[in-house]
């Protein structure tokens, strides 16, 4: 035995390692630095993802609040074609003076002479105060154009439309998935 130590005595981490073996190794190592750079930008994606979604979800909290104003000019003519009947008692006052003027012809008897025609002028005001009810029973036809130039101011409040509720459904499902995104992805289930 001699103190000398052969080539191969060397120690195996000291061998020549075979090329296609270092192939190998700079493949999984390239591997594992790609599988890193994947992950990093998936995490980056999913925070973004969450912050997206919960914009989202504030904005359609926002328009739940909403009021959608409008106005509506409205240009038209329409024409009233109808009949409409009356029936009804008017009470109509009646305050005058009524002037009478004239002669009164009037026979006085005068016994054994017969009859004697008497003139008698009368010139007067009667005043005349009264209410006379006046019953209307009648149908009235109504033919006219009407114009009609004006502005309509609307508005309706969001939560008082059937979308109030389909936006509820899509910011409850906002909320479950910004809840999913929130939760750590390496936590098992």
Known sequence: MTSEKSSSDKPKVLQRIKPGNL???????????????????????????HAAVAEANAILGNLQDETIALTIPVDE???????????????????TEVPISAAVAVNVDAGLLGGIPVSFPISTNVPVDIMVDVPIDQTFAVQAPVTLDLEIPIEIAMADTPLA???????ESLASVEAELETSPLKLK
């Open 165 to 171: 509720e389909t936006l509820g459904q899509v910011q």
């Open 77 to 95: 003519t329409i024409v009233i074609d109808t009949e409409f009947p009356v029936v009804e008692t008017v009470s109509v006052p009646i305050q």
């Open 23 to 49: 192939v190998l190794w700079l493949l999984v190592i390239v591997s594992i630095l790609m599988n890193v750079f994947v992950l990093i930008q998936l995490f980056s994606l999913r925070r973004a993802a």
